[in-house]
């Protein structure tokens, strides 16, 4: 359509009819949106903007073909990291670009989530230890991390969503990403360390973990609710 409009077609009824696959349902809209008034100098930053799109994309076409040369090497590592819900072949790329793909650098899983800037700091006053927010970290892998966090969040059944449903309403979204973000770094040690793939645990891992705990959660969120709980345990089935 805007090829259309730069080669000096008008009539939004022709225009309208260029449209493909989903937008051909929306053509009574189309027809309205493109009546109006587009005169040469619209079509000249038409045309612009045009070539400044096929130039980043031709820019990006290149980019990726040499991405995908550069992390050749890196195939079975990327194939690993593929398996943890959220991260994609883009986050993979990202992780090993930032931390070289070599867990031997790191002396604990916790050193490298340390190193990315995925621990609270420590503020230590008249004895006493506080918590402070993360320390900064390489920015690259925790925006990575953050994209990663958020479709882990949104997975259904993983261990990695589980926090984030328990634990939002309590502490907000933000916080719990990040403890979602340090999970998953921490996941990222191991396999690259083993050279194992993810191991799901299932969204019922916490709650098959300690199971009293759950329970006592389970009442507490009814007291709340006005109901008085007596919990009569199952026999086990023999």
């Given at each position: 359509m805007l090829q259309a409009l730069i080669d000096g077609q008008r009539d939004p009824h022709i225009l309208a009819d260029l449209a493909k696959r989903r937008m051909r349902s929306k053509i009574p809209e189309l027809n309205q949106a493109l009546t109006g008034r587009f005169r040469e100098h619209h079509a000249f930053l038409a045309r612009l903007?045009?070539?400044?799109?096929?130039?980043?994309?031709?820019?990006?076409?290149?980019?990726?073909?040499?991405?995908?040369?550069?992390?050749?090497?890196?195939?079975?590592?990327?194939?690993?990291?593929?398996?943890?819900?959220?991260?994609?072949?883009?986050?993979?790329?990202?992780?090993?670009?930032?931390?070289?793909?070599?867990?031997?650098?790191?002396?604990?899983?916790?050193?490298?989530?340390?190193?990315?800037?995925?621990?609270?700091?420590?503020?230590?006053?008249?004895?006493?230890?506080?918590?402070?927010?993360?320390?900064?970290?390489?920015?690259?892998?925790?925006?990575?991390?953050?994209?990663?966090?958020?479709?882990?969040?949104?997975?259904?059944?993983?261990?990695?969503?589980?926090?984030?449903k328990r634990l939002t309403a309590r502490r907000g979204p933000i916080k719990v990403l990040v403890a979602v973000e340090h999970s998953i770094i921490i996941a990222v040690w191991y396999m690259l360390s083993d050279n194992v793939p993810y191991h799901e645990l299932g969204g019922d891992y916490?709650?098959?973990?300690?199971?009293?705990?759950?329970?006592?959660?389970?009442?507490s969120r009814l007291n709340d609710l006005g109901y008085r709980?007596?919990?009569?345990?199952?026999?086990?089935?023999?």
């Open positions: 903007y045009l070539d400044q799109y096929d130039q980043l994309s031709g820019a990006i076409k290149q980019l990726t073909v040499r991405i995908e040369e550069a992390m050749s090497p890196f195939r079975p590592a990327l194939d690993l990291l593929d398996t943890i819900p959220g991260v994609n072949q883009a986050v993979a790329e990202v992780i090993l670009a930032e931390t070289g793909g070599d867990m031997t650098r790191f002396r604990s899983a916790q050193h490298l989530a340390s190193w990315a800037g995925l621990c609270p700091g420590r503020h230590e006053s008249a004895g006493r230890v506080r918590s402070t927010r993360v320390r900064p970290g390489n920015p690259h892998l925790k925006g990575a991390l953050g994209m990663a966090a958020f479709g882990a969040a949104r997975t259904k059944g993983s261990v990695l969503q589980a926090p984030y916490f709650t098959r973990r300690d199971p009293e705990r759950a329970a006592r959660r389970a009442v709980v007596t919990l009569d345990p199952m026999e086990a089935a023999g």
